[in-house]
Structures are given as structure tokens and as C-alpha cells.
């Protein structure tokens, strides 16, 4: 079956700092990949996604790249603000399903001034 | 514009008792979906609909009951709930089309003594 592994949290940077978010896949066929962000209280934002290998998505100053030959979607931000604190989601379906998502277990991020 | 509508936003429950999360989006979607998110697990699919009167069953669906009688709402039923079904309750909905991101309500935190 179709699994999401992203790395552990929570994750503090400063101001202006790189961000990365590691995220590695497993599933059968060609699968679609998401980020999706959760600000405190609210429920999940869509923040870019890739359909295909070598897509690269954006959003925001994030970006991702699908690696078909790594299984990886990595999250990445040149520099971060304040705003940016939330808890970012990996999530992937199947081709065609998107209504089905497989979602990573979340990484908090806090970004201090 | 409402989006995805989700209620209550908190509720305790004793075990054993029944309980109706309820979910409404205005924006016409074919399909709603919900989820559980509990802490270091991400978001886990229970059931979803593709349409009125079709339902079908996710990643955990044990415990919990739904219906699609309108395009609109998709409620989700505990008969009986037990402690195991603590957690963050999001609905979520989207066009059929594929590629088409789903948008998520802001979430019921259910707790079960």
C-alpha cells in the first residue's frame, strides 16, 4: 500500500533561515504528491503539488521536486518568517484519486523572530 | 463563501454514547471525505463519497458510520464510542476532476472519557 514517511519535529529556526522538510514515498504506479499546510487552529491548506516525475511545484517561496528516482518530494524555503509557523504535511494519491490522500505524520515548524 | 463547514468544533463524549459530526460544503463538490488526525499518524482517511448515495470505506473505518443523502452534507456517526476514538476529526471536499485540491474544514476535536 501507499505509505509517507517525513521527518521528525519539531523543527525552530530563526528568521530568514533555510528550510528543509525531508519526505521520502512508497507506492505502487505513478503517484500525484502534495504539501499541505495546518496554521494553529485552522484545518489543512493545499500548498503546492507535482503529478509527475520531475514536476517541481511552488507556492509561497516553498518549492518541491518529485524525484521518481529517490521516491523523494522535499520541501524547501529560502528564507522563512514568522508566518510561516505551522505544521507541514507530505501527502500523496494514487493518479486520478486525490480524493484519497495518504498523509506523513506532520512536522511543526516555529520560526522566531 | 463557507467552504467546508464543520460541526461541532469540540464535544465530550462518555463511552458508549453516540455522537454526529456534521459537514457541509456550498461549493458543489462531488466528493467529501473524512479523516482523523492523531498525534506522530498525520491524517487517516475513514470514509469518503464520490457522490449522493455512494459512500465507501477508507484506511480506518471501524467505529464510525456515514451517509451522503445530498451533494452538501456527509456526516459522520459514532454508534458507540469508545476511548480509541479521541482525535481531531477534518472533513474535506473536491471536484471530481482530477488535480483538483481538496479543501478541508476547520476541524472537530472529539474527546471520549
Known amino acids: 500500500g501507499n505509505s509517507v514517511t517525513q521527518m521528525e519535529g519539531p523543527v525552530t529556526l530563526s528568521e530568514e533561515a533555510f528550510l528543509t522538510i525531508n519526505c521520502t514515498y512508497t507506492?505502487?504506479?505513478?503517484?500525484?504528491l502534495f504539501w499541505y499546510v495546518q496554521y494553529p487552529g485552522e484545518g489543512l491548506q493545499l500548498l503546492l503539488k507535482a503529478t509527475k516525475a520531475d514536476d517541481k511545484g511552488s507556492n509561497k517561496g516553498f518549492e518541491a521536486t518529485y524525484r521518481k528516482e529517490t521516491t523523494s518530494f522535499h520541501l524547501e524555503k529560502g528564507s522563512v518568517q514568522v508566518s510561516d509557523s505551522a505544521v507541514y504535511f507530505c501527502a500523496l494519491s494514487d493518479r486520478g484519486n486525490d480524493y484519497k490522500l495518504s498523509f506523513g505524520a506532520g512536522t511543526t515548524v516555529t520560526v522566531r523572530a | 463563501n463557507a467552504g467546508v463547514t464543520q460541526t461541532p468544533k469540540f464535544q465530550v463524549l462518555k463511552t458508549g454514547q453516540s455522537m454526529t459530526l456534521q459537514c457541509a460544503q456550498d461549493m458543489n463538490h462531488e466528493y467529501m471525505s473524512w479523516y482523523r488526525q492523531d498525534p506522530g499518524m498525520g491524517l487517516r482517511l475513514i470514509h469518503y463519497s464520490v457522490g449522493a448515495g455512494i459512500t465507501d470505506q477508507g484506511e480506518v473505518p471501524n467505529g464510525y458510520n456515514v451517509s451522503r443523502s445530498t451533494t452538501e452534507d456527509f456526516p459522520l456517526r459514532l454508534l458507540s464510542a469508545a476511548p480509541s476514538q479521541t482525535s481531531v476529526y477534518f472533513c474535506?471536499?473536491?471536484?471530481?476532476?482530477?488535480?483538483?485540491?481538496?479543501?478541508f474544514g476547520d476541524g472537530t476535536r472529539l474527546s471520549i472519557l
Open positions: 474535506a471536499s473536491s471536484y471530481g476532476r482530477s488535480n483538483q485540491p481538496q479543501h
Open positions: 507506492a505502487t504506479g505513478y503517484p500525484s
